[in-house]
């Protein structure tokens, strides 16, 4: 594909004098690993998330394998998610040798629809592993009542959506576990790692078990479960301290840039990022979806400097999935196949904008039906 220079590259994490200082004192402060920082960041987090324990680890994907074993799911299980996502979301339920089943999305928010949700509840199912997709959360309460009627957990991954609101309600409050991402792109970061956030404590205690090796914490070399090695190291945690205080001012930057694209496009045949009634979106990057030929527009942005990314990823026809393709999701292929991604960045310059809003229009405009 052609590209000239970049101009808006799909994200660029804001590391400052803050995160520098706070890598440095760490360094200095002779002690590196899992620590102090550790600590710090899984109580600050907890708290903006309105939960009483967070559990840090070395990624999202490690926090969603850990609330996964911890709630005890396993071979012969079934856990119900969303066939739109990131693998990451998904591989967790493989990883403990459950299977997943996957529920058709919502057309308006491309999150996992809990009427499909209830249609595959099966004997097997033990939990429903809801994706608050690009920082929309997932229409949560009729979610919950599915849960309840038949006994079932709930494992939010939120690792998209840091700071989403659910009828005013923070995501990762909700579920029975939620699972956040710190990877360079996301909302904030620590470079990589993660956190798996609960309110129940000894879902809590268990998850810190497993993140190191399933350790006894009173008893060393002791190791009660198989457990992993998924810790975060203080320095990765210190960078996250010094993020999470940044977090507000994030968000409030990605809603007022999609504000913006949104008023400049809003005339043009193509769905471009909402919000429902019911939610407080932090839009993790700017989605659109085509109602025509995709290449041409996918093309002509990176020609003019504008990474794109697809839609992620349709799950069941990713080849470790292909045997477990056990339902249509004809909502979330179609939405697979017409939609894309451009960079939601919070450190887009009012001129940078401008020229995302141009160049999109002039692609847009030239979509053939
Ligand atoms: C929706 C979703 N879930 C899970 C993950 C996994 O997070 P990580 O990359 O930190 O393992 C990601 C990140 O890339 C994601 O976008």
Known sequence: MPSRTVRIPIGKPDIGFEEIHAVDDTLKSGWVTQGKSVEELERAFAEYCNVKYGVAVNSGTAALHTALAALGIRAGDEVITTPLSCIASINPILYVNARPVFADVDPKTLNIDAAEVEKR??????????????????????????????????????????????????????????????????????????????????????????????????????????GYNYKMSDIHAAIGVTQLKKLDRYITRKRENVAYLNRELGDLDVRLPHEEDYALNVYYVYHLLLNGEKTRTIWFLEDKGIETRPLLSFIPEQPPYKREYNSKCSVAKDAYQRGFYVSNSPLLTKKELDFLASTLREALSRVRK
């Open 121 to 226: 509840v099966s004997k097997k199912t033990k939990a429903i592993l809801p994706v608050h997709l690009f920082g929309h959360p997932v229409d949560m309460d009729p979610i919950m009542d599915v849960a309840e009627k038949y006994g079932l957990r709930v494992v939010e991954d939120a690792a998209q959506a840091h700071g989403a609101r659910y009828k005013g309600r923070r995501v990762g409050s909700i579920g029975d576990v939620a699972c956040f991402s710190f990877y360079a792109d996301k909302l904030m970061t620590t470079v990589e790692g993660g956190i798996a956030v609960t309110d129940d404590a000894e879902l809590a205690e268990k998850m810190r078990m497993l993140r190191n090796l399933g350790s006894d914490k009173h008893r060393k070399f002791h190791h009660p479960l198989l």
